[in-house]
């Protein structure tokens, strides 16, 4: 199917016992990084309220400190609001609460992990998420546990040109997949993955698929299943089951573990994409380990929007969702970047815009 051809969703009326929120077409007032509670944020509101909620202090990892992000123009048509969340087993009874925190977010592009069972009923519960968001759905289908990944977009601003569900050919543990866009007459490519949860190694080399897109104009939404560069280790291994740690750490020559093993966001940083809260220089917020009934209790990143390096200029703000709501709905928070696309780099083959 065209683009030309994609009709724009209907809202439910009967869903959640509401429209779809209006679209945001002015910029925020003002423009800061995620900081400690009461800190404002863009598109927010005063106090850094979210929706009647503040900003929680976010997670305390070595690195620069908070510091504002570029200022952004009165109107700002070319900002795009981008999210990364795992709604954890499909959602289950905790669904429509996680719709209601998504509908507040206003957002252009969102990508699901752990979309399970979203393929039955005739992908029933991946059209009622896009019509409750008044947004268009893919769905790709994961290889291992049902942990299928939904890619959803706001039409007509964004225009879905093609649609692949497995870049991989099935040589991802899950899967990852690519959508050809267009928005605001930008080509762009999106990527929505989900890495290996059970070895570093393959985490490691599921990067090799992604790692080509660093140089051109292309997002990355990923659960990595890793912590960021310079994320901190957990204060005591000990507190984690010794048949996990294989999940997350790196062998040494002697069959002993060292650290934490991040050699796949290495790969994907050395490659050209950006870490936005890194880029930002700000303190990492968590995106798990708030969940009280996991058996990995350390508060870290494991959801991730990348931007390449060529979209990079544009990166505005980024920042996680974690409040007493969304703790609950989860044992993942939503993770939201904001970049202009107006702001890229050129294409360094022939210098357009």
């Known amino acids: 199917m065209s683009a030309a051809s994609l009709t724009p969703v209907i809202p439910l009326s009967g869903l959640r016992g509401g429209a779809a929120p209006p ?15 009461g800190t404002e ?15 929680v202090e976010p997670l305390r990892m070595p690195g620069p400190g908070l510091r504002p992000a570029p200022a952004v123009p009165e109107e700002a048509p070319g900002l795009l609001r981008v999210s990364s969340y795992n709604v954890m087993d499909g959602g289950q009874d905790r669904w429509l609460a996680q719709l209601d925190v998504l509908a507040a977010q206003d957002l252009d592009i969102l990508g699901l992990q752990e979309a399970k069972h979203w393929d039955r009923d005739d992908r029933r519960r991946l059209f009622e998420t896009a019509e409750a968001l008044g947004m268009q759905a893919q769905l790709a289908l994961s290889r291992s546990h049902g942990c299928h990944v939904a890619f959803l977009y706001r039409w007509p601003r964004v225009q879905c040109l093609g649609w692949r569900p497995d870049i991989s050919d099935g040589k991802f ?8 866009l267009k928005v605001d007459g930008v080509d762009l490519t999106a990527l929505l993955g989900h890495l290996s949860p059970m070895c ?5 080399s599921e990067t090799g698929f992604l790692t080509e897109y660093g140089n051109e104009l292309a997002l990355l939404i990923l659960d990595a299943n890793s912590g960021g560069i310079g994320d901190p280790e957990p204060d005591d291994w000990d507190r984690v089951p010794a048949h996990l740690h294989s999940r997350h750490r ?21 490659a050209g994409f950006v870490d936005p809260p890194r880029q930002l220089g700000m303190t990492p917020p968590r995106t798990a380990g708030h969940w009280g009934r996991g058996s990995e209790p350390w508060d870290r990143r494991s959801d991730y929007v990348l931007l390449s390096r060529r979209l990079a200029p544009g990166l505005r703000s980024h920042y996680v969702l974690d409040t007493a709501e ?21 294409d360094p083959e022939d210098g357009a815009a």
């Not at 863009?42 to 309220?49: K, V, W």
């Open 200 to 204: 570093p190694c393959i985490r490691l």
């Open 250 to 270: 790196i062998m040494l020559p002697d069959g002993t573990y060292g650290g934490c093993d991040r050699r796949a966001m290495d790969a994907l940083l050395r």
């Open 41 to 55: 944020h863009p598109a927010l509101g005063q106090g850094g309220a979210l929706r009647g909620v503040q900003l």
């Open 326 to 346: 969304t703790r609950k709905l989860g044992d993942h928070l939503p993770v939201i970047v904001s970049v202009d696309i107006t702001a890229r780099h050129p």
């Open 173 to 180: 543990h899950h899967t990852v997949a690519r959508a050809k």
């Open 23 to 37: 679209r945001r077409r002015e910029a925020p007032e003002r423009v800061l990084t995620t900081g400690p509670r």
